[in-house]
């Protein structure tokens, strides 16, 4: 089960001043309509209660299943027809600062993340690739293109001086990387996501999503470990927080895999021999079960069960007020 | 607009039953306004037109509420159709001249350049399918954008272009080895390339007949456009370096024998424009001349759009809620 909007589920917490609302609007009610029932007061008070009660129950289920539309749930799985052939490669390279710092083996992040597009490439060799870089912004540097001079050009004078805008904002990076594909190409597509994950900003899960009901798997990359490590700035000295002490760079493997898991890719830790295989692996595999099945699985959205459920909820609020309490009132 | 599914807008046809249940009906209840204060002191008139105006908004955001759920489990979607070609284009590679001289100002409504632009920007709005990359040269060449149908990054690119940012100089054989390597990984059946220039090569190391040649073993077909008129022309231009304005009188003119060298070389063909009406007829002929036949899918893509009518049907519900139950103190 999938929930697409998920902040959206907090609204639920808004039923409990309208409840109280309710409860108060009962307690005038109570009182207005005891000033004008004269002998058969308790006997209408107790339709009253009844009415109200069942009134504003389902009036508050009906808001309720409102919210749970609009929440997005989905669950179950469909295919949808998707015959296309060859592959599109976005890299969404993160070139903020903490992509600098050096892990125990004192290779530098974007080194690694370097290096980690240059073996994809190479190992791809009939494949298309874009690069969009992305820190506090994201900017599409190379255009999905089959020009692999440009590509390797590119790749191999990458460094985390490309862009000033500070921060990590995972959810731009994603996005650019993923309008990045060209419209009208009939090819496969796959987003690879190279970052620590530090730092980040933004709502990266929801773009993951938007690519992955696409057909847009995103395979992430993460560098860096999670113990953290210092970020040597060009002079040669650490990065220091306002206070003077040395900033450690931690690498977030999570929101990664969160990312992955959330487009129906996979994720990865570092350039190692062992997890570029298993990137590459599943890069190909990924193209040849598309070429050989001619189809993907989309979720299935299930905004309507809970519509169809506001829209009855709703009536009987209306059909309890409205209708006759016959024999007693 | 589409509804995914229709069949639940029959729902609406219950809507009038239901407000005839609720408002007409001889057996709905009836309504009894009464004042649930003591008078004190103040007159008691009732302001009758107000309460009914606003006991009436109530009641149509209560419906329109009903309507908007209703309309949004019909499943309310924009639908886009995407173009999906089934077969390859043409690789290009446009080689503009950058130039100094190309700031001469005998091109209407400014200069060679900014005609050169315009043009080959409507040329690349018209092709579809086909990756279109950009070189631009001056003293040195430069890669600007590699082959990609992203036309959008192609089209900033060609915007972001200066006279003289390369240098004073005409490196047409640089420019046409540069357009070639970067052709050269293409498996594209059909690889053109487009040079533009209104000088005579006197820059860099590979002399135009070198880099042509290099071009044709890689299969690539090359249109020359020898472009400027043979009168004297005034010229002003920035340098983008020194941000010095220079402004004066031009006249020299390109080597017609060499451009049409390469052009025959090659199998593209050579074209002179004297003027930006003639360029822009040179570019119509080689878009006419390189077409290939498009095999097309129609790919439908539905974005759905029932959020937006489920917010409003919350805050409709709840609109009515406050009226009625808060402001007008309805007891049930």
Same mark, same amino acid.
């Given at each position: 089960?999938?929930?697409e909007?998920?902040?959206?589920l ?20 109570r ?12 006997e209408?008070?107790?339709v ?22 609009l ?6 799985q469909r ?5 296309r052939s ?23 992040r ?5 290096e980690?597009m ?12 874009g ?5 506090g ?16 050009s ?21 996005d ?12 496969n ?8 994950g530090?730092?980040h ?7 993951a ?7 847009v ?9 999670v ?41 990865f830790?570092?350039?190692g021999?062992?997890a570029f ?5 599943e ?13 993907r699985?989309?979720s ?27 024999g007693?009132? | ?7 639940y +807008?029959? %729902?609406? /046809?219950?809507? =009038?039953?239901g *407000?005839?249940?609720?408002?007409f009906?001889?057996? &709905? $209840?009836?309504?009894l ?25 109530a ?8 309507v908007? +759920?209703? %309309?949004? /489990?019909?499943? =309310?979607?924009? *639908?886009?159709r995407?173009r999906?070609?089934?077969? &390859? $284009?043409?690789d290009?590679m ?6 100094p ?17 315009d ?6 709005e018209?092709r579809?399918?086909d ?6 040269f ?54 053109v ?25 890689i ?15 005034p010229i002003e231009?920035?340098d983008?370096?020194t ?11 390109f080597?017609?024998?060499i451009?049409?060298?390469i ?40 974005e ?16 009515d809620?406050?009226?009625?139950k ?7």
């Amino acid at each position: 089960m999938n929930i697409e909007y998920p902040r959206v589920l907090w609204l639920l917490f808004a039923l409990i001043p309208l409840a109280a609302l309710q409860f108060y609007q009962f307690r005038n009610g109570r009182h207005d309509l005891g000033l004008l029932a004269g002998d058969r007061r308790e006997e209408v008070l107790t339709v009253y209660l009844v009415k109200w009660f069942f009134s504003s129950f389902f009036f508050t289920l009906a808001i309720a299943f409102s919210i749970l539309a609009l929440a997005g749930f989905s669950w179950g799985q469909r295919s949808v027809e998707e015959d296309r052939s060859g592959l599109d490669v976005v890299f969404a390279v993160d070139v903020s600062r903490s992509m600098r710092a050096r892990d125990g083996d004192e290779t530098g992040r974007i080194i690694e993340a370097r290096e980690t597009m240059q073996g994809i490439v190479q190992d791809l060799p009939t494949a298309r690739f874009g690069i969009v870089v992305f820190a506090g912004q994201a900017l599409r540097t190379v255009p999905v293109t089959e020009d692999r001079v440009a590509v390797d050009s590119f790749i191999s004078s990458l460094g985390t001086d490309v862009l000033s805008a500070a921060g990590t904002d995972l959810e731009q990076g994603l996005d650019a990387a993923f309008a990045a594909f060209p419209e009208g190409a009939n090819r496969n597509r796959v987003l690879v996501l190279l970052s620590d994950g530090e730092q980040h900003r933004g709502n990266p899960l929801r773009s993951a999503e938007v690519a992955g009901s696409a057909g847009v798997p995103v395979f992430a990359v993460t560098f860096g470990s999670v113990e953290g490590s210092t970020i040597t700035l060009s002079d040669g000295s650490r990065l220091t927080d306002a206070e003077g002490n040395v900033v450690l760079s931690r690498a977030d493997p999570g929101i990664m895999e969160d990312i992955a898991g959330a487009s129906g890719g996979a994720s990865f830790r570092g350039s190692g021999g062992e997890a570029f295989g298993g990137l590459m692996r599943e890069i190909r595999g990924f193209e040849e079960r598309r070429e050989r099945e001619g189809f993907r699985l989309v979720s299935v959205p299930r905004f309507r069960v809970f519509l169809i459920f506001a829209v009855i909820t709703l009536s009987l609020s209306v059909i309890v007020r409205v209708f006759r309490w016959r024999g007693v009132v | 607009m589409v509804f995914e599914s229709p069949g639940y +807008l029959f %729902l609406l /046809l219950l809507i =009038p039953v239901g *407000v005839y249940f609720r408002h007409f009906s001889p057996q &709905r $209840g009836g309504k009894l306004p009464f004042a649930y204060r003591v008078w004190n002191a103040r007159g008691f008139v009732p302001s009758f037109f107000a309460r009914r105006a606003v006991f009436a908004l109530a009641t149509i955001s209560f419906w329109s509420a009903v309507v908007a +759920l209703v %309309l949004a /489990l019909g499943g =309310p979607a924009d *639908v886009t159709r995407e173009r999906v070609f089934l077969n &390859r $284009g043409i690789d290009m590679m446009i080689v503009l001249d950058e130039s100094p001289s190309m700031a001469a100002e005998d091109f209407a409504p400014v200069n060679r350049f900014e005609s050169a632009r315009d043009t080959i920007r409507r040329f690349v709005e018209g092709r579809e399918n086909d990756p279109v990359g950009l070189v631009s040269f001056g003293a040195e060449a430069a890669l600007r954008v590699p082959p990609t149908t992203d036309y959008v990054k192609l089209g900033d690119a060609l915007e972001g272009l200066r006279i003289m940012e390369l240098g004073d100089g005409t490196a047409i054989g640089m420019g046409i080895a540069l357009g070639a390597l970067h052709l050269r990984s293409s498996d594209a059946p059909e690889k053109v390339m487009i040079l533009l220039t209104d000088g005579e090569n006197n820059a860099g190391e590979v002399p135009p007949e070198t880099a042509a040649r290099v071009a044709t073993e890689i299969g690539i077909r090359i249109y020359t456009i020898g472009i400027g008129s043979e009168t004297e022309a005034p010229i002003e231009f920035t340098d983008p370096q020194t941000g010095q304005v220079y402004r004066g009188t031009f006249e020299g003119g390109f080597d017609e024998a060499i451009l049409r060298e390469i052009a025959e070389l090659s199998g593209g063909a050579y074209f002179y424009a004297g003027t930006s009406g003639t360029l822009e007829s040179v570019f119509e002929a080689i878009d006419s001349i390189e077409t290939t036949e498009k095999r097309v899918r129609i790919e439908v893509n539905t974005e759905p759009r029932h959020r937006l009518l489920i917010i409003f049907a919350i805050g409709a519900l709840l609109l009515d809620f406050f009226i009625r139950k808060l402001l007008l103190r309805e007891v049930l």
